[in-house]
Structures are given as C-alpha cells and as structure tokens.
C-alpha cells in the first residue's frame, strides 16, 4: 500500500510503538506489527492488531494500572476469534468507532 501520509513510498512489514492515554493512564506498547513507510515513518496496524491493542488499553485501565512499557507479544495476546470483536474497553465512544467485519 501506497503511504496516506507522504505518499512517496509503498509500506513494508514492520514493528512500531503505540502510545495510549486515558485520563492519567498512559500505556506504550512496543513491537506491535505492522505496516511502516520507510519514507516517513508512518505506521499502520490491521484491524485484528488493533482491537487487541485497544482490548489491552481498556483492561489496563480498568485494572487501575496507569503507567505501563509492555510489549505487544508477551502482553497482548487475545486469540484470533476474539481479535475480529469490537473492543470491551467501557467507553461507548471507543467501541462505536472500533473496526467491524
């Protein structure tokens, strides 16, 4: 895919960081997959990496946690059939704009 941003380079597999704050809790998720430009560095995630990713951030949250560095392989690992549902993260905001098949 053609960068949305720069739009000077075609994407490549890669590995990026998120970064999530709600209120006082700020979670980094290092080594996520996805897919960077090497132009700009701009980064995508498909939608299964992303409602785990917004999955984690919510039950972290909720947990009370609210400052964390995780890494994407060793914490956020929901199975396949659970990574195409809209996260359960208790923002009504957050879940009507997750991804839906």
Do not use: W
Not at 1 to 30: H, P, W, Y
Not at 84 to 91: A, E, F, I, R
């Amino acid at each position: 895919m053609i960068c949305l941003i720069c739009r000077q380079a075609e994407t490549v597999d890669g590995l990026t960081s998120i970064n999530f704050e709600r209120g006082e809790m700020k979670l980094v998720v290092n080594s996520v997959p996805a897919r960077v430009c090497p132009k700009c560095g701009e980064a995508y995630v498909d939608e299964k990496v992303a409602v785990r990713l917004l999955r984690a951030g919510g039950e972290m949250s909720k947990a009370g946690i609210s400052d964390d560095v995780i890494e994407y392989n060793n914490h956020v690992t929901l199975s396949d059939s659970e990574g195409s549902l809209p996260p359960k993260v208790g923002d009504s905001s957050v879940a009507e704009n997750a991804p839906s098949e």
